[in-house]
Nanobody, 125 residues
Framework: VQLQASGGGLVQAGGSLRLSCAAS????????MSWFRQAPGKEREFVSS????????YYADSVKGRFTISRDNAKNTVYLQMNSLKPEDTAVYYC???????????????????WGKGTLVTVSS
């Protein structure tokens, strides 16, 4: 599986962006998908994940209620809708895929099988 994230950019605080992660490979639908982010000078951190069917989603407390993860297996794409953005959301965002638990639930960062190149999100105050 190859992953390509896109949709990042510069936005003012309070604005919205939608990130996309396009996957290649016939088995995309079986993988759990996750978004992580890494701010300058900080460690990479979990943002959100979604299981293979889209029925189970998880969010970091810092983005809960503002971000929404979704997926379209027919289009081999996972999305991250980001609303009410804050300057502290500024980071490079990465999508990742894993089959640690058969796609039923996503694994932790160390369990990721595939990573996409990141897309930069900058939120100005």
């Amino acid at each position: 599986v190859q992953l390509q994230a896109s949709g990042g950019g510069l936005v003012q605080a309070g604005g919205s962006l939608r990130l996309s992660c396009a996957a290649s490979g016939r088995t995309f639908g079986g993988y759990a998908m996750s978004w992580f982010r890494q701010a300058p000078g900080k460690e990479r951190e979990f943002v959100s994940s979604i299981n293979w069917s889209g029925g189970n989603t998880y969010y970091a407390d810092s983005v809960k209620g503002r971000f929404t993860i979704s997926r379209d297996n027919a289009k081999n794409t996972v999305y991250l809708q980001m609303n009410s953005l804050k300057p502290e959301d500024t980071a490079v965002y990465y999508c990742a895929a894993d089959f640690k638990f058969g796609g039923v639930v996503a694994g932790t960062m160390k369990d990721m099988d595939y990573w996409g190149k990141g897309t930069l999100v900058t939120v100005s105050s």
